[in-house]
């Protein structure tokens, strides 16, 4: 079974940065991407929002319209960890950061549905 632990979330001001951690097992790497999802407050998780994801096999990105430019998923093979640094934070960041594995290859990797193993999550607060 894939282990996936986050990090990092915390209390910033708008226009902050923050770099959430994902320390997976070393089976998650078998996976076809990881993602970071976030649940916003007041919403399930099954309605989370994508975020960013990165395709283990050639290091290929993703992003949500809404972070483009502003965030930036990255990996460290060493230490089997996934990044997700985020820049010019706005309130609307605000939520619950989940890093998720997905097996399914080729799959679309801002899909919820294909992430089956998920983190505890971190909680992002930006205050204005």
């Known amino acids: 079974q894939v282990q996936l632990v986050e990090s990092g979330g915390g209390l910033v001001q708008a226009g902050g940065s923050l770099r959430l951690s994902c320390a997976a097992s070393v089976r998650t790497f078998s996976s076809y991407s990881l993602g970071w999802f976030r649940q916003a407050p007041g919403t399930e998780r099954e309605f989370a929002e994508f975020v960013a994801a990165i395709i283990l096999n050639g290091e290929t990105t993703s992003y949500s319209d809404s972070v483009k430019g502003r965030f930036t998923i990255s990996r460290d093979k060493e230490k089997n960890t996934v990044y997700l640094q985020m820049n010019s934070l706005k309130v609307e960041d605000t939520a619950v950061y989940y890093c998720?594995?997905?097996?399914?290859?080729?799959?679309?990797?801002?899909?919820?549905?294909?992430?089956?193993?998920w983190g505890q999550g971190t909680r992002v607060t930006v205050s204005s």
């Open positions: 998720a594995a997905n097996p399914i290859r080729y799959s679309t990797v801002s899909y919820l549905p294909n992430y089956n193993d």
